[in-house]
């Protein structure tokens, strides 16, 4: 197991005092696949900070549908199960174990209180806060105009058709130069895909891995999860 | 003309330099209506603090459509024209001045500079990305779950509160943008609204006949803002 130091790029900015006080009031827990840890206005559940296993951000419609916000990994860190931290967000979030999880759990007000003695810590927390919106909007412009998941899910399919094979040599570079578009968004896309468990990606190659709902992607347009 | 320390509800927690430095880089600027002042992923404008007027921050899609993810009014302060500030944040927004505006423009290393140094504007910095980060979830909901009816209904609401009068100069091709819609759905919910003695239409307005009814529409869902 990793020191909790190891989950902060900030943990050398920090003084003896916070580095203690932040790791003597994270307390370790364990989740079995599928529990949920945070449900959206269930108040503060705190900081969560990802020691193995994935977890997934959602939020729920009144009549219950679900759509996935993004995935949280190993050494990421949850912001939105202690959103009673930060005045200013207004909505809910669900985080729920997509996998065996180990965490470990900062009390919001400890790390709130950090927040308000160190600089660098607030600036992380700007920082995370940041990814996670760019990850939402990210979504937003799929969810409104995106066809670029049909377009590379289409791409896939027929390349494997093409090269007879599920798994494809081919490069993120030489997908955004087929479909026209730059090399981020296909690499994006394609770790959205893996997330997804879709495909699955290494060095030169992709592998489809679940043909079905990458066809029905192409077919269609996105699913709604 | 209210001094900048007015625009910044954690001034009096600045130090004399701190203070000095960012008034002193705030540039006054004027911008008619219309003017689109910062542009997505044209680099980073700055941060601008609204004096007076009214400004727009949209995203837009590679084929020219656009969606409003939320307005600024007087004494907001516009943190994702000055996005190159923190590294995290990966989408660009457009930002145009929907009526004339005046504006402070603060220099992003000016303001990176002095985040750095002071854990109050830091956490400040936070909250206004949190609000941001708030509009954008509630919009997406909308997009989402919501439905037309009560989405025209708050947007009609919305706009004759900030006209501050019940005779709205706004087109349906302006409505259908800023929800993100088409023309038609809009034209035809309106007319739908009409029917129910809501709201008269002509060309170019649209008049709030029956706000109590039509707020009974909007709040059906509305999230506490």
């Known amino acids: 197991m990793n020191p909790i130091s190891e ?36 108040g503060c559940t705190g900081l969560l900070v990802i020691q193995s296993g994935q977890l997934r951000a959602f939020i729920t419609s009144v009549d219950g549908r679900e759509i ?25 979030i669900s985080i729920e174990a997509e996998t065996d999880c180990r965490l ?3 009390p919001a007000d400890v790390y709130h209180g950090l927040m308000e003695q160190s600089v660098p810590l607030s600036g992380y927390t700007n920082e995370l806060m940041a990814a996670r919106f760019s990850e939402v909007m990210w979504l937003m412009e799929q969810i409104l105009w995106g066809s670029m998941d049909q377009r590379i899910a289409t791409y ?6 093409l090269q007879n094979s599920d798994r494809l040599t081919v490069t993120h570079e030489q997908i955004a130069r087929d479909l026209g578009t730059a090399r981020e968004v296909v690499t994006r896309m394609l770790r959205y895909f893996k997330n997804e468990g879709m495909v699955g990606i290494s060095r030169g190659s992709v592998e489809i891995t679940d043909k079905n709902k990458l066809s029905a992607i192409a077919e269609n347009k996105k699913p709604a999860e």
């Open 7 to 42: 989950y902060f790029p900030v943990w050398d900015k920090l003084t003896n005092e916070q580095k203690k006080e932040l790791s003597e009031s994270a307390v370790e827990r364990q989740f079995p696949r599928g529990t949920v840890i945070h449900e959206g206005g269930m």
């Open 156 to 161: 896939l399919l027929e390349q494997s058709d």
């Open 68 to 92: 996935t916000l993004y995935r949280l990994l190993e050494r990421d860190i949850c912001l939105f199960s202690a959103s009673c931290m930060i005045r200013s967000i207004q909505f809910d």
């Open 104 to 106: 470990w759990i900062i």
